[in-house]
């Protein structure tokens, strides 16, 4: 039988593992209890949990460049985006990194770059041309488009609040609509185009904002045909 050796992580880790278990103490004339260190009555309930993660997710760690909260998303799409900006989603570059057995790291739907995070929502060509039919139905340029305020969207100080949040719900949509079916690619090999795409982000950024906006009513064929007369609301 072959036995693969430890990697230094992995040796680093079994040495922590043993050291923590050489202090356990069992005492067999006590009953077992379980206790949760981040409650103060040590109960564990997933609620709790859940506040603690989201806590997590929305610290900006001394910043106020980044929030990772926008209420017009579903929380699977700020958790995603939060996991984009630490760069924590299993792009083959970092899969490659983890020893894990590939055959190929090559970004799936170009086949001439590695995918990485930036590469695989962004830099990629196909990708691209996605994000100027989002930009151009919003009425934007693509010239400035980058990584950073594609996370953090900045508009001009003549939108209003609610326009600015609005736009970024569309940009965190997009994100995660094109890792989404990044996915489709790998698993399913079902190909998005740009036409389909923008057509999916559209409706699925419409169903999301519209069903949360509580201060205004957004008009679907506003939405589609003129959007930027939203970022003055």
């Known amino acids: 039988m072959l036995h693969r050796s430890l990697s230094e992580r992995a040796k680093s880790e079994f040495d922590e593992l043993e050291k923590l278990v050489s202090s ?33 997710i929305y610290t900006t760690n001394g910043t106020s460049s980044v929030t990772m909260k926008n209420n017009f998303v579903p929380k699977k799409v700020e958790v995603f985006v939060w996991r984009e900006k630490k760069e924590r989603i299993p792009v083959l570059s970092e899969l490659d990194k983890w020893r894990i057995d590939l055959h190929s790291i090559l970004y799936p739907l170009c086949e001439v770059e590695t995918e990485s995070v930036s590469h695989s929502l962004l830099s990629c060509e196909h990708i691209r041309v996605i994000w100027r039919k989002v ?82 009513k957004i008009d679907w064929h506003v939405w589609l045909h003129n959007p930027t007369s939203l970022l003055l609301l």
């Open 135 to 216: 930009r151009e139905w919003w009425g934007f340029d693509s010239a400035n488009l980058s990584f950073d305020n594609l996370l953090c969207s900045s508009t001009p100080s003549s939108y209003s609040k609610l326009g600015s949040i609005l736009w970024q719900a569309v940009e965190w949509v997009t994100c995660y609509l094109i890792w989404r079916n990044r996915n489709q690619k790998v698993f399913k090999k079902i190909s998005w185009t740009p036409l389909n795409a923008l057509s999916e982000i559209q409706i699925k950024s419409y169903d999301w904002v519209a069903n949360r906006c509580k201060k205004k």
């Open 24 to 56: 356990f103490k069992i005492y067999p004339d006590k009953e077992d209890t379980f206790s949760w260190k981040l409650s103060g009555n040590g109960l564990f309930t997933t609620k709790k949990l859940a506040k603690q993660i989201m806590s997590k």
